[in-house]
């Protein structure tokens, strides 16, 4: 199982130290935007499913553009306890 994945299936949201994040509303917002992009890409892939698109070439190209993103903003370190 993946350590960032706990017993009953949500995300640990880690900093780029590998801390957990611990802020509730942090947490909260994260995972809000998780669940909308997996409902954006499920209709998606439905949708292209329906068109007679290959699921496979789908999923592919879903991977191809996530893994080209880049953040508009740098990660932030900190060493301050989260509020």
């Known amino acids: 199982?993946?350590?960032?994945?706990?017993?009953?299936?949500?995300t640990v949201w880690r900093k780029p130290?590998?801390?957990?994040?611990?802020?509730?509303?942090?947490?909260?917002?994260?995972?809000?935007?998780?669940?909308?992009?997996r409902q954006v890409a499920q209709d998606a892939?439905?949708?292209?499913v329906l068109m007679g698109c290959s699921e496979a070439q789908i999923k592919a190209?879903?991977?191809?553009?996530?893994?080209?993103?880049?953040s508009a903003f740098p990660e932030q370190v900190s060493t301050e306890d989260e509020t």
Do not use: W, Y
């Open 17 to 37: 130290d590998g801390a957990p994040i611990s802020c509730t509303e942090k947490i909260k917002v994260l995972n809000q935007n998780l669940e909308e992009l």
């Open 1 to 10: 199982m993946n350590q960032d994945v706990e017993m009953h299936g949500k």
């Open 61 to 70: 190209a879903f991977s191809a553009l996530l893994e080209d993103l880049r």
């Open 45 to 48: 892939l439905d949708d292209a």
